[in-house]
């Protein structure tokens, strides 16, 4: 193999193994788009933090969520007065949450 190759591999190879540290919040991750989007997000590697907020439910999603296989730590905030704890040094924040449909 010429060098170009072998350095066009070795920066290919370092591509995949590159580790990022995002925290990343999902506002409204109670709801039926935000849990498996939760659940999308636990899975992504260059998620190392995941805080779901929502005014009830989260616990829940978050202790199910813990249970994948991923080194993505995950926490549950629920209610107005732990939104900022959620919010805290975040890198993005994701809303999916909307006004709940009258049956």
Not at 11 to 32: C, D, F, N, Q, W
Not at 38 to 51: A, F, T, V
């Amino acid at each position: 193999a010429n060098t170009t190759q072998v350095s066009a591999r070795r920066s290919a190879r370092a591509a995949m193994t590159t580790t990022s540290e995002y925290k990343v919040a999902v506002l409204g991750a109670g709801g039926g788009i935000g849990q498996p989007l939760s659940m999308l997000l636990k899975m992504n590697p260059l998620i190392s933090d995941l805080r779901l907020f929502d005014l009830r439910g989260t616990l829940g999603v978050a202790a199910d969520l813990s249970h994948t296989n991923t080194t993505c730590q995950v926490r549950g905030f629920e209610g107005d007065e732990q939104l900022a704890d959620a919010l805290k040094g975040c890198d993005l924040v994701i809303i999916p949450a909307g006004v709940p449909r009258k049956p």
